[in-house]
């Protein structure tokens, strides 16, 4: 059972997921608008998804987009959680757009 949840949840996280939702972040700094954000770290599940089926063997026509569609599903769901609790500071190095 551990071995299982090492494989399709653990791994994929650390070594797909974290990164691509740590560049994600970065990259979104300067956006304020939080909507995007959130269409962001979403896309960033879906690819994390897809990718773990696609490295797994699995065929990306039919295997990975019901598993891209739940990880995006579970990481848009997450961000939107703490959505209200973000505080956008104004910053001078980016203008507000």
């Known amino acids: 059972m551990a071995g299982t949840f090492a494989m399709y949840a653990l791994l994929p996280a650390i ?13 979104m700094r300067p956006v304020r608008n939080q909507w995007w954000h959130v269409l ?3 896309a960033a599940g ?3 998804g897809c990718l773990t089926m696609v490295l797994m063997g699995g065929d990306l026509g039919t295997g990975a987009w019901p598993y891209g569609l739940g990880t995006a599903a579970a990481s848009t769901l997450g961000r939107f959680a703490v959505w209200r609790r973000v505080t956008v500071h104004p910053d001078p190095q980016y203008p507000a757009a």
């Open 15 to 27: 070594f797909i997921g974290a990164p691509l939702g740590l560049v994600a972040g970065l990259l």
């Open 46 to 48: 879906f690819v994390t």
């Open 40 to 42: 962001a770290l979403g």
